[in-house]
């Protein structure tokens, strides 16, 4: 996605193609943003860097340095306890913002995981706080991906603390899928880059329960599971199990 300004030359409509076929449009052209801005903004995406799968993308405790954005592929992001268990506290995709956790403290606060071969594009923090002092735009823009960070934590502590097994499996699916959507993909079908081990950390359950559950929506017609693959036949139902006494 990024042009080294002193070689390649290029116009402004020449850049929104460019980055129009990129994960990382919303992040890099919020609305109204001048070529000005936009130059500035190429500035700091630095590096194109591979995550294999497996691969860990930083560790908590790692002093906190750069934020970074997938370009694609899939990661996960862990806490651990003293006891040595592990949380799944968040899944990432391609479009959205991983390692803003450590800005309060300069560490960061849990272990990014890739779950399959990725690309992240690095933005070193202080060339982007340099940025947000001077473009409003950038600054407004970046705001909003902290907010939306608040919101998806919140969202998840509602979802442990006050939901049933099965509710909480159908909001996972239900998000799965409007985050798919929003990217382009089917909205009925794709892909759990996730293990089962994984959704039940993430969801507060047993992989016994998730397995039950998946069956169980399964006998409803309400979705099919072939391994790894979801095809989700009626959203419907599936939202019609959040308002259910």
């Not at 880059?193 to 309400?222: C, N």
């Amino acid at each position: 996605m990024a042009y080294s300004l002193s070689s390649v030359s290029f116009n402004i409509n020449q850049l929104k193609n460019s980055c129009a076929s990129c994960n990382l449009h919303a992040l890099c052209l919020p609305m109204g943003m001048s070529q000005h801005d936009l130059e500035q903004l190429d500035e700091i995406i630095q590096t194109k860097r591979r995550v294999h799968a497996g691969e860990t993308l930083y560790h908590a405790g790692e002093p906190f340095h750069a934020i970074y954005a997938v370009r694609s592929g899939f990661f996960k992001s862990l806490l651990g306890s003293q006891e040595g268990r592990e949380q799944v506290i968040a899944f990432h995709m391609s479009g959205e913002i991983m390692g803003m956790d450590g800005i309060a403290s300069d560490t960061y606060m849990c272990d990014t995981v890739a779950l399959e071969d990725s690309e992240v594009c690095l933005i070193q923090y202080h060339h982007l706080e340099n940025i947000l002092q001077s473009c409003n735009s950038i600054q407004h823009h970046f705001h909003k991906l902290m907010s939306r960070e608040i919101m998806r934590d919140q969202n998840v502590m509602m979802l442990l603390g006050s939901m049933r097994a099965d509710e909480r499996l159908a909001v996972f699916l239900l998000n799965l899928s409007l985050r798919y959507s929003a990217r382009g993909f089917s909205r009925h079908e794709f892909y759990l880059r996730m293990s089962r081990s994984d959704i039940a950390s993430y969801l507060g359950l047993k992989i016994e329960t998730i397995s039950r559950i998946f069956s169980s929506f399964q006998a409803e017609g309400y979705l099919e599971v072939h391994q790894k693959h979801v095809i989700i036949k009626s959203l419907e139902k599936l939202q019609e199990l959040l308002h259910q006494e």
